[in-house]
């Protein structure tokens, strides 16, 4: 699971295939975020504890995908403002999808082989730092120093 900022990657962890993400999304999230975009999975983050209970993570605004099936149905010639508000949402989510891309198709990483999580993360810290540079390269962008 990984959160970005401007299309870079910022903070990643790494989890059992059997452990949900929504329990790591307190180790996600940075003091200075505001808004929070994420998909069906997350329903209802802002209720978990560890959320809750902290003032900071309370008041960011969690715009979180609905299930399609959730959405109510529209006739033929009304506007459907529901879909069209939950698209909205996945176009900004998507920009998180693209450092996936980069490492698939530029670094060939389509496939996790089990090395044990340590070595996975490992591998992955890696790749994204590479997702990183390779994305302000395409920008034209340098790293800064601060």
């Known amino acids: ?74 006739s033929d010639n009304a506007i459907d403002w529901e879909r069209y508000i939950e698209n909205r949402k996945s176009a900004v989510r998507c920009k998180v999808e693209h450092a996936f891309r980069i490492i698939k198709c530029q670094f060939g990483y389509r496939k996790t082989v089990y090395r044990g999580l340590k070595k996975n993360e490992n591998r992955l810290y890696a790749m994204f730092a590479r997702a990183n540079l390779y994305a302000l390269a395409i920008a034209g962008r340098k790293l800064s120093t601060t």
Do not use: W
């Open 1 to 74: 699971m990984l959160t970005t900022f401007c299309g870079l990657v910022h903070t990643m962890t790494v989890t059992a295939a059997n452990e949900h993400d929504i329990t790591q999304t307190a180790n996600l999230l940075r003091e200075d975020d505001e808004v929070v975009y994420g998909d069906s999975g997350y329903l209802g983050v802002q209720k978990r504890p560890e959320i809750a209970s902290n003032e900071h993570f309370s008041k960011i605004d969690f715009r979180i995908n609905r299930r399609p099936s959730s959405l109510p149905r529209v």
